[in-house]
């Protein structure tokens, strides 16, 4: 059984279209043993959500909640092929984590190389902690490229839950998830499982990630969620990055 305490993409009602609170995500995440919690809500350029004043306020917001730790952040979009996204450098910098990721309403779909340039640039912004949901159809890309990248520049290739789960608004991402991950292995890259929760109930649901990573006998060692200072070392090497 995999080893999984935290949760790194979760939304909440600040997101626009998320329906709990921080409070009630985060008792959803100590009901089920998680140590860390981040809430990482969809940054301006997503339709209906907050704007730039909501993610620089954060500092008034208390990091631990029922015995959980918190990491408060955005999932940022990416705007084109230079991987800009839609948040300031001094905004970024009061981030705890930050997720980039690839949406509809925010950038058309491009070509491969054009989806793959975005991603890569992404990565190697040492602002840009976690590549979101890499895996969707509508947006191909070249994944050795985007996994090289990761390995470079230290960042972490999500696993998104809700990817997986049929029905969604991603469909038939297995493929690109287990291409990915293969190519994970081969290069020794880490990858961060995320619920992509938008609702307290969601909140730790890793259960199809997990099933697909036990069929690839993915290793555990290179699966973040298996703790806390894992992550944390990740954060440290990408800050150190800015110096």
Same mark, same amino acid.
């Given at each position: 059984?995999?080893?999984?305490?935290?949760?790194?993409?979760?939304?909440t009602?600040?997101?626009?279209?998320a329906?709990?609170?921080?409070?009630?995500?985060?008792?959803a995440a100590?009901r089920?043993?998680?140590e860390l919690l981040?809430?990482?809500?969809h940054?301006?350029?997503?339709?209906?959500s907050?704007q730039?004043?909501y993610?620089?306020?954060?500092?008034?917001?208390? $990091?631990?909640?029922?015995?959980?730790? /918190?990491? +408060?952040?955005a @999932?940022l979009?990416?705007l084109?092929?230079? #991987?800009t996204v839609?948040?300031t450098?001094?905004?970024?910098?009061?981030?705890?984590?930050?997720?980039?990721?690839l949406?509809?309403?925010?950038i058309v779909p491009?070509?491969?190389?054009?989806?793959?340039q975005a991603c890569?640039?992404?990565?190697?912004?040492?602002?840009?902690h976690?590549?979101?949901h890499?895996?969707?159809?509508?947006y191909?890309v070249?994944?050795?490229a985007?996994?090289?990248a990761?390995?470079?520049y230290g960042?972490?290739l999500?696993?998104?839950?809700n990817?997986?789960?049929?029905?969604?608004?991603?469909?038939?991402? $297995?493929?690109q998830?287990e291409?990915m /991950?293969? +190519?994970c292995? @081969?290069?020794q890259?880490?990858?961060?499982? #995320?619920?992509?929760?938008?609702?307290?109930t969601?909140?730790?649901?890793?259960d199809?990630?997990h099933?697909?990573l036990?069929?690839?006998?993915f290793?555990?060692?290179?699966?973040?969620?298996?703790?806390?200072?894992?992550?944390?070392?990740?954060l440290?090497?990408?800050?150190l990055?800015?110096?």
């Amino acid at each position: 059984m995999i080893k999984d305490v935290m949760d790194t993409h979760t939304h909440t009602l600040a997101s626009g279209h998320a329906y709990s609170t921080i409070r009630e995500n985060a008792a959803a995440a100590a009901r089920k043993g998680l140590e860390l919690l981040a809430v990482t809500e969809h940054a301006p350029r997503m339709t209906g959500s907050c704007q730039a004043i909501y993610f620089q306020n954060l500092k008034v917001v208390d $990091r631990h909640a029922y015995d959980v730790e /918190l990491m +408060l952040g955005a @999932e940022l979009n990416i705007l084109d092929e230079q #991987g800009t996204v839609d948040l300031t450098e001094n905004t970024l910098a009061q981030m705890d984590l930050a997720i980039a990721s690839l949406h509809i309403p925010c950038i058309v779909p491009g070509s491969r190389e054009y989806n793959t340039q975005a991603c890569v640039n992404a990565v190697k912004n040492p602002r840009i902690h976690i590549l979101g949901h890499p895996d969707d159809p509508r947006y191909p890309v070249d994944f050795r490229a985007i996994v090289q990248a990761a390995k470079e520049y230290g960042t972490l290739l999500e696993l998104n839950e809700n990817s997986l789960r049929p029905g969604g608004s991603r469909k038939n991402t $297995r493929p690109q998830d287990e291409e990915m /991950l293969k +190519l994970c292995v @081969e290069y020794q890259v880490p990858i961060v499982i #995320g619920s992509d929760a938008h609702t307290d109930t969601d909140v730790g649901r890793h259960d199809l990630a997990h099933a697909l990573l036990e069929e690839l006998h993915f290793p555990e060692e290179l699966i973040v969620n298996r703790s806390v200072d894992a992550l944390k070392t990740v954060l440290e090497n990408k800050r150190l990055q800015l110096k």
